[in-house]
């Protein structure tokens, strides 16, 4: 068993930044792939980013890039999205997850997107964005 637990959440301005964390304990993670989804009042659960442990593989979301960036710490098992120039639209509920299937192969970005790729979810954390 993997647990998740996320943080860093928050009320910002449009235009702010945020850094949420996951920090993840139970099993080692190295050879995961870990995500970033959100989920906005009345809609479905959608990819945001992730990266591979540990090759260091990054995806993103069209919304995402150029703004959001995925990172991990090795010695602390944490996994962080860096959040700059945020919208409105970007408010959500945040939640980590991590996939070990996804891990063993070479995952393309259809396979990274994919809910029901991921074995394990954090809590959720709330990140709202005001105009």
């Known amino acids: 068993q993997v647990q998740l637990v996320e943080s860093g959440g928050g009320l910002v301005q449009a235009g702010g930044s945020l850094r949420l964390s996951c920090a993840a304990s139970g099993r080692t993670v190295s050879n995961y792939v870990m995500g970033w989804f959100r989920q906005a009042p009345g809609k479905e659960r959608a990819f945001v980013s992730a990266v591979h442990w540990s090759r260091g593989t990054t995806y993103y979301a069209g919304s995402a890039k150029g703004r959001f960036t995925v990172s991990t710490d090795n010695a602390k098992n944490t996994v962080y999205l860096q959040m700059n120039s945020l919208k409105p639209e970007d408010t959500a509920v945040y939640y980590c997850?991590?996939?070990?299937?996804?891990?063993?192969?070479?995952?393309?970005?259809?396979?990274?997107?994919?809910?029901?790729?991921?074995?394990?979810w954090g809590q959720g954390t709330q990140v709202t964005v005001s105009s």
């Open positions: 997850a991590a996939a070990n299937g996804l891990g063993i192969l070479t995952p393309t970005t259809a396979q990274v997107m994919t809910v029901s790729q991921y074995d394990y």
